[in-house]
């Protein structure tokens, strides 16, 4: 299984930018999706997380109402709309995927994960 994240960029402060995630693997389709990110200095943080189907997602209460997390299965592809750019949203973000899941679930918790993207860079001026 791999993960390609890109898309990643410098914007201004206000602009949107979108990232997606390049998966291998038949199984696809049966696997949790999450978005993570890490801004140096700091520990790794969840971003947003997307079911099996797409029928349901979550976010982290930070990008809750700007990001937008979403799936394309017969493309093997997983997507974050990025809207309104902070500064504080600049980050390496990572795809990750969790073949374990079960249908529905939307998984928050890094440890839950098995398979994890290379990181693209977003950088947000002011």
């Known amino acids: 299984v791999q993960l390609q994240a890109f898309g990643g960029g410098l914007v201004q402060a206000g602009g949107s930018l979108r990232l997606s995630c390049a998966a291998s693997g038949r199984r696809f389709s049966s696997w949790a999706m999450g978005w993570f990110r890490q801004a140096p200095g700091k520990e790794r943080e969840y971003v947003a997380a997307i079911s099996w189907a797409g029928t349901r997602k979550h976010y982290a209460n930070s990008v809750k109402g700007r990001f937008g997390i979403s799936r394309d299965n017969g493309e093997n592809m997983v997507y974050l709309q990025m809207n309104n750019l902070k500064p504080e949203d600049t980050a390496v973000y990572y795809c990750?995927?969790?073949?374990?899941?079960?249908?529905?679930?939307?998984?928050?918790?890094?440890?839950?994960?098995?398979?994890w993207g290379q990181g693209t860079l977003v950088t947000v001026s002011s």
């Open positions: 990750a995927a969790d073949d374990n899941a079960v249908p529905g679930a939307v998984v928050v918790e890094s440890n839950a994960y098995d398979y």
